[in-house]
């Protein structure tokens, strides 16, 4: 089993920022990829950014300029630091951790943090 935390959610004005965390423990595997995926009013979930353990990222195109994604291996932590938040962003941010290998796939998700862009 894996554990995600999820920390950094709130209300903010366009333009204004946002760092979300998450916090992975519990079954940890060396290789993984975490990411940041949201789900807006009436969407369905979509990918925002993810990173491996080796620091590869991967953005949508929505977010790419805006949108950092970093992680620190020691801690098991993935922050997104979101910059230039539109309404748009506004949807609930799950974290998710995924591991795969011959026999064993892992796939782990956070509860959610809700991220509103309003003025």
């Known amino acids: 089993q894996v554990q995600l935390v999820e920390s950094g959610g709130g209300s903010v004005q366009p333009g204004g920022s946002l760092r979300l965390s998450c916090a992975a423990s519990?079954?940890?595997?060396?290789?993984?990829?975490m990411g940041w995926y949201h789900r807006a009013p009436g969407k369905q979930r979509e990918l925002v950014a993810t990173?491996?353990?080796?620091?590869?990222?991967k953005y949508a195109d929505s977010v790419k300029g805006r949108f950092t994604i970093s992680r620190d291996n020691a801690k098991m932590t993935v922050y997104l630091q979101m910059n230039s938040l539109k309404p748009e962003d506004t949807a609930v941010y799950y974290c998710n951790y995924y591991h795969y290998e011959p026999g064993n796939e892992m796939d782990y998700w956070g509860q959610g943090t809700q991220v509103t862009v309003s003025s």
């Open positions: 990173i491996t353990n080796t620091g590869s990222t």
């Open positions: 519990g079954r940890i595997f060396a290789i993984y990829t």
